[in-house]
């Protein structure tokens, strides 16, 4: 996925950006990205909320896991209206394949999937002026129900819909305002005081000469104070209502942000959801734009409203490192994955490691435990491998390529490295030595995105090495960077994660950060571990539990969405 932005969408879109995405040579199977939240940690509620008239509406909602008050997001469905309870469930676990419902919730966020009543839609999208009840009285009633929910910030509540969804959004933002409010493919007709007349052409073209009513857009628009994300593609026949929307929210001097996909379909932004259609010529390919759309609006509820282009989604990651990363390749230092392997698992890439039956199609943690950022054979301890350097392990990699054993797509492969801890009788220039040597070998090899990861200097066995080599390793970036053309080499801040956690181990639900739960059994120290192997910072000497590596892990990714 190439991006690209052009300073003009359209001759009436003067104030647009058109991201071009024209999607990956490899199609995204929207399966890993669905099902990603258990329902036993958050399972659906099932409500009915009652509208100005009596008449209730359907709603499901999914909570984040514990205690406490959550921001919100309301997100309205497109055309028709009435839907029912058994859709909006299924669309609240993602069962219908799309990532957005469950990528919210992921983020912390009640996630409510709201219905309205159907009918004509000329008389239920817009305000009635004869006292009718339309669908706006029941997103208004959703509104008011949700923010009276215990467990929610009602200070922090946002909306998001598409198609017919995105016109009620936007007659709901013009009369109560909240957090942000996104917009997917607005079918903004009724908003816009656009006629609807029987009669008028079909197909792609349908909207290209109509005009918005000046009167009805100013009414609607002007009392208007929350922040707007629009999302359309170029496939789209709303593309032209879209950009009036945008352009009359420019011209009435409110906050919107408009993101325009090549080759978008109508409702691309909730994903193909599996669906085999004739305007989806790309197929499941297209889930890149829908993955880069969701991300920068999982920014944009943030208030993260000054967006970089965002970065193409990373289907594969290959890992190289020592007893910090290593999953299992020489020895889990540990009592389970480590922070490489819950990033992974946030990716929704099944992280493998080198010897695996699968390895070659997989992401690969190619770290042992040990390892310097040198060349090392490794020894074996038992049933482990030790010290298998990481120069050696990038040789891995490279004859795996070149054997074409492996195949990659370059905009889509993360490149981890977190090594140095292990140098301490190595001079810095060596380290540094190292690691550019590897990251070049990588480029050769095709790698473009590269994460180098700054080292913890909190952790007395560490620090010492921590302090010395950080400060050449922030100097790696640009000097490569300036070196090999393409490449984006991005620092990680993996080592200070650490450092945050045993600094507040309250915030974490770390109660012990002295002592060891258990000792090593390849070392034949006692390997009975503590009664509460989640309250320790480390699980053996000098090394953190798998608790703490789960909090650098979602630290990790976090970073990785966030500087997109």
């Known amino acids: 996925m190439k991006a690209a932005f052009i300073s003009v969408l359209l001759a009436a879109a003067a104030f647009a950006e058109i991201h071009q995405n024209p999607g990956s040579a490899t199609p995204l199977p929207h399966q890993k990205y669905i099902h990603v939240v258990s329902e036993a940690d958050s399972p659906v509620q099932q409500v009915y909320i009652k509208s100005k008239d009596g008449l209730y509406v359907a709603a499901a909602i999914r909570k984040p896991k514990g205690e406490g008050r959550y921001p919100a997001i309301i997100i309205f469905h ?18 219908h394949g799309g990532p957005v419902w469950e990528r919210f919730l992921q983020e912390g966020y009640v996630v ?15 305000p009635s002026s004869v006292g009718m009840i339309t669908s706006i009285d029941d997103g208004l009633a959703v509104i008011d129900y949700v923010k009276a929910l215990p467990y929610v910030d009602s200070n922090r509540l946002n909306l998001y819909g598409v198609s017919l969804g995105g016109n009620l959004v936007m007659n709901l933002v013009s009369r109560v305002p909240v957090n942000s409010a996104i917009v997917g493919a607005p079918a903004a ?4 005081g656009i006629p609807m007349t029987s009669g008028a052409p079909a197909g792609p073209d349908r909207f290209k000469n109509v005009k918005p ?3 009805i857009s100013r009414k609607n628009i002007g009392p208007i104070r929350t922040p707007i994300l629009i999302l359309v593609g170029t496939a789209d026949s709303l593309l032209p209502v879209t950009t009036m929307l945008h352009d009359a ?11 325009v996909y090549a080759h978008g379909y109508h409702d691309f932004c909730l994903g193909p959801q599996g669906q085999k259609r004739a305007d989806m010529p790309q197929g499941e390919a297209l889930l890149d734009s829908t993955l880069d759309a969701l991300e920068r609006s999982v920014l944009f509820v943030k208030g993260k409203t000054d967006l970089k282009p965002a970065a193409q989604p990373i289907a594969r990651m290959y890992v190289f490192g020592d007893s910090y990363s290593d999953t299992g390749a020489g020895y889990l230092d540990g009592d389970g994955p480590t922070a490489v392997g819950y990033l992974a698992s946030r990716l929704g890439l099944p992280l493998m490691l080198p010897n695996d039956s699968n390895a070659n199609t997989n992401s690969l943690n190619f770290a042992v435990s040990g390892a310097q950022t040198g060349r090392g054979a490794g020894r074996k301890v038992k049933d482990a491998l030790l010290g298998r350097g990481m120069v050696d392990q990038v040789e891995d990699f490279a004859s795996r390529v070149q054997s074409k054993a492996i195949v990659f797509d370059a905009g889509h492969t993360l490149f981890f490295l977190a090594g140095g801890l292990n140098d301490r009788r190595l001079p810095s220039a060596e380290t540094v030595a190292n690691l550019k040597g590897q990251i070049r070998k990588l480029y ?8 180098l990861a700054l080292l913890p200097i909190a952790i007395p066995a560490f620090g010492e090495v921590g302090r010395r080599l950080n400060p050449e390793l922030r100097r790696i970036p640009s000097e490569v960077e300036a070196e090999l053309p393409g490449a984006q080499v991005s620092l990680s801040h993996w080592g200070p994660f650490f450092d945050e956690v045993l600094r507040n181990p309250s915030e974490y639900g770390i109660e012990n950060t002295k002592d060891a739960c258990a000792g090593r059994a390849i070392f034949d120290e006692d390997a009975t571990p503590c009664a509460k192997p989640s309250a320790y910072y480390y699980y053996h000497a000098g090394h953190p539990s798998t608790a703490v590596h789960k909090v650098v892990g979602e630290k990790v990714y976090t970073e990785i969405i966030e500087s997109r």
Do not use: C, H
Request: proline share 3%; glycine share 18%.
């Open 213 to 215: 009513d000046p009167e």
């Open 78 to 95: 497109g055309a028709p209206g009435g839907r029912g309870i058994e859709q909006l469930v299924g669309w609240s676990r993602g069962d």
């Open 112 to 126: 409510v999937v709201a219905d309205y009543r159907g009918g004509n839609m000329n008389l239920t999208s817009s």
């Open 444 to 451: 050769d090899l095709g790698a473009r995105r590269f994460r």
């Open 249 to 259: 929210l420019v011209a009435g001097g409110k906050s919107v942000r408009m993101e």
């Open 189 to 192: 007709m009724w908003f816009l």
